[in-house]
Every structure is written in C-alpha cells, then in structure tokens.
C-alpha cells in the first residue's frame, strides 16, 4: 500500500511536470483545487501573482483579484497570507473557492449548498 502511494504520487508530479510550469499550483495555498485555473481562469489572480513577484504574500492574500468581494487569501483559506510553500494546505478543500473567478465565493449566504454548488459549477 505505502509503495502504491509512492509511486502513484511520483506518476502525479510527474504528470505535472509534463505540463510546462505545472508546479505553480503548488506556489499558493490550496492551488491544487481549482490548479490552472486559479491563476488563468481569467487571468486576474495570476496577473497580481505574477506583479507580485510570483510568491504568495502577506500583500497578495490581502488583494481581491476577481472582485468578488472576498479577499484571495479568505478564498484559498488562508486570510493572513501566512502560508510558505512546502506547508501543508490549509483549511478543507471543500471550502476553497476560485480568487480568479468572481462566480465562485465562499457560501455565506445561506442558500442551500446543495443548489449552490450546481450553480457553481455551471461557471466552471
Ligand atoms: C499560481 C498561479 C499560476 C498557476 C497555478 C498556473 N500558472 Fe500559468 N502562469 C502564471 C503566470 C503568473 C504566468 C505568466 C508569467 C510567467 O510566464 O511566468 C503564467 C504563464 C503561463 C503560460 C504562458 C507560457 C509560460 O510558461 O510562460 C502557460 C501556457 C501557462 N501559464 C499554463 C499553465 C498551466 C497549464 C497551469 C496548470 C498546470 C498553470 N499555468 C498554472 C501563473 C500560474
Ligand atoms: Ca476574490
Ligand atoms: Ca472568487
């Protein structure tokens, strides 16, 4: 079993490599969500990480990218910006939403999840 995972994880990260500059997913908290998309679903959240210098940020965690009203950092679950790369992610992964698309923000409105995520998922 330990030797499955081993070498599953090592076909994954060498997919990954298989794929240009995959290794930017690992770059940001949770990047391996919504992974390319994070940054180039429209460009805006990778526009402001490539500003800044291509590292997750105190300052970067503070930003709003896709104007959606909820910070980058809130939406990768890591509101102070205080994740370094190699930690481990933050938070749920259910809970990460996309700081490149502003159809997808965390669910504090009260409306049923259930609908809200097939709402969701006609924008991805
Ligand atoms: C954390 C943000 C981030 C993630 C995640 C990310 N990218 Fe990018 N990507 C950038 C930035 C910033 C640039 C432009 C600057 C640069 O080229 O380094 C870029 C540039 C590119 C380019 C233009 C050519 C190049 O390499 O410069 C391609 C193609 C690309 N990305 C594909 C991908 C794919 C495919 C994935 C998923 C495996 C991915 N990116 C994940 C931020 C990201
Ligand atoms: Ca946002
Ligand atoms: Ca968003």
């Given at each position: 079993?330990?030797?499955?995972?081993?070498?599953?994880?090592?076909?994954?990260?060498?997919?990954?490599?298989?794929?240009?500059?995959?290794?930017?997913?690992?770059?940001?908290?949770?990047?391996?969500?919504?992974?390319?998309?994070?940054?180039?679903?429209?460009?805006?959240?990778?526009?402001?990480?490539?500003?800044?210098?291509?590292?997750?940020?105190?300052?970067?965690?503070?930003?709003?990218?896709?104007?959606?009203?909820?910070?980058?950092?809130?939406?990768?679950?890591?509101?102070?910006?205080?994740?370094?790369?190699?930690?481990?992610?933050?938070?749920?992964?259910?809970?990460?939403?996309?700081?490149?698309?502003?159809?997808?923000?965390?669910?504090?409105?009260?409306?049923?999840p259930a609908s809200f995520g097939k709402?969701k998922s006609?924008?991805?």
């Amino acid at each position: 079993m330990l030797r499955f995972t081993t070498i599953f994880v090592l076909t994954l990260l060498a997919a990954n490599g298989a794929f240009g500059h995959g290794g930017y997913v690992d770059l940001v908290p949770n990047g391996s969500v919504n992974s390319c998309n994070t940054c180039h679903l429209n460009f805006s959240f990778g526009q402001d990480f490539g500003d800044g210098d291509e590292q997750w940020t105190a300052a970067l965690a503070a930003m709003d990218s896709d104007g959606d009203g909820y910070s980058n950092g809130v939406e990768l679950l890591d509101p102070d910006g205080t994740w370094s790369v190699g930690d481990p992610d933050p938070g749920d992964p259910a809970d990460v939403t996309n700081p490149d698309d502003p159809d997808d923000f965390p669910d504090d409105t009260g409306v049923d999840p259930a609908s809200f995520g097939k709402t969701k998922s006609v924008f991805r």
